[in-house]
């Protein structure tokens, strides 16, 4: 039988009383890190001259499609596109020979129905005396009657012919509808046009000019006001920017807002009426209304350095009286130079941090620095 031999490994004395102590220590606790250093701000009220800004598309305050209401060829053009227009000018001819042709075809025809009535009321009357004598059938004067009545049956179809061929003759001649220019036609001569169906141009007023832009429902009161204060040269609330960014040299005026709001948008439709005697404006141009504020009236205003954005949303951080910030949400305004209009989420008197806001978090604590004041 073998023997196993057992080695025994001896732990010094000391190593144990080190695990021993190791094993019931206690982890110290973190410390607490000392207050962010940060500058503040204290937020006041200031008079501000600033601009509201309100994407804007011009318009033609009337724009006519002109179609045919006749089917033919168009057989005249007496126009130049891109020609400014007057009310009553002649601008196409569809057929004009072939539908006055048929015109004056009715005419005759109606001529030759009404000489009809004209014998066949006479043969009647006749009859009608010589029945009187009994000197005719009865039978007699009831063909000639019958006769009459189908005369001035005919006599109403021939007018109604004669009038609604009187309507294609009119009709094979388009003129324009008021002042205004033309565009480029999409008929030359010799197409063949159907009615109610090509649009063969399209004219449209130019000098003034609207622009309509989208104001959200909350501003209805302001713009209703602006609307009543009526219309002077001098005036420059609504002014005009160009694609090109310069400011157009006209000032606008309201002229109506739309009777609804959209209820998707919360937008309702404000059209601006500006002069347009160079022709700078052009139908469907994307532009810039700019609305000058109220003048002489007061803002909250708040450095743009303190703004935080986050998922689209602005805040700021609000030093309370114990040294700790609060993270608050604001509804920002128009930026005027390095400041920023704060709508709503701030009170004069608050106290914003505009220097180490990368480094805060809402509740954080923070070492100001001397305020820095939006006072005069």
Do not use: W
């Not at 410390?31 to 501000?48: D, F, R, S």
């Not at 139908?283 to 009236?297: A, D, F, I, L, W």
Request: glycine share 6%; proline share 5%.
């Amino acid at each position: 039988m073998k023997k196993m031999n057992i080695n025994v490994v001896a732990i010094p004395a000391a190593a144990i009383v080190l695990l021993a102590c190791g094993g019931n220590k206690t982890p110290e606790a973190p410390k607490t890190p000392p207050p962010a250093p940060v500058a503040v701000y204290t937020v006041a009220k200031e008079p501000a001259v600033y601009y509201d800004n309100y994407p804007a598309t011009i318009v033609p305050l009337n724009q006519v499609d002109l179609k045919a209401q006749v089917t033919g060829y168009i057989t005249g053009i007496f126009f130049t596109d891109g020609q400014h227009v007057h009310k009553g000018q002649k601008l196409y001819e569809i057929d004009h020979q072939l539908y006055q042709a048929n015109y004056d075809q009715a005419v005759a025809n109606l001529n030759v129905v009404k000489a009809n009535l004209v014998k066949a009321q006479q043969d009647a009357d006749r009859y009608n005396d010589l029945l009187k004598q009994d000197a005719i059938a009865k039978q007699k004067v009831d063909y000639a009657l019958a006769d009459l009545q189908s005369v001035k049956m005919q006599l109403a179809a021939a007018q109604a012919n004669v009038t609604r061929l009187s309507n294609d003759l009119r009709f094979s001649t388009i003129y324009a509808p008021f002042d205004g220019t033309i565009g480029i036609s999409q008929a030359k001569i010799g197409t063949l046009v159907t009615a109610n169906s090509n649009v063969l141009n399209t004219v449209s007023t130019d000098d003034p000019m609207a622009v309509d832009i989208a104001v959200d429902q909350k501003e209805i009161a302001r713009f209703a006001l602006l609307q009543q204060k009526g219309t002077n040269a001098q005036d420059s609330t609504f002014t005009l920017l160009l694609p090109d960014n310069t400011v157009y040299p006209s000032v606008g005026h309201i002229s109506l807002l739309d009777r609804s709001v959209d209820p998707q948008t919360g937008t309702i439709k404000t059209r601006l009426v500006f002069s347009n005697s160079k022709s700078q404006l052009k139908p469907g141009m994307s532009t810039n209304v700019r609305v000058k504020n109220n003048q002489g009236s007061e803002f909250i205003l708040a450095p743009a350095k303190a703004l935080v954005e986050q998922m689209g949303e602005f805040f700021v951080f609000v030093v309370n009286d114990s040294s700790k910030v609060n993270q608050r949400k604001v509804s920002l305004g128009v930026h005027i130079n390095d400041k920023v209009v704060v709508r709503d989420g701030l009170q004069a008197g608050d106290k914003i941090v505009t220097e180490g806001v990368q480094k805060l978090k809402d509740g954080a604590v923070v070492n100001t620095a001397a305020p820095k004041t939006g006072k005069p």
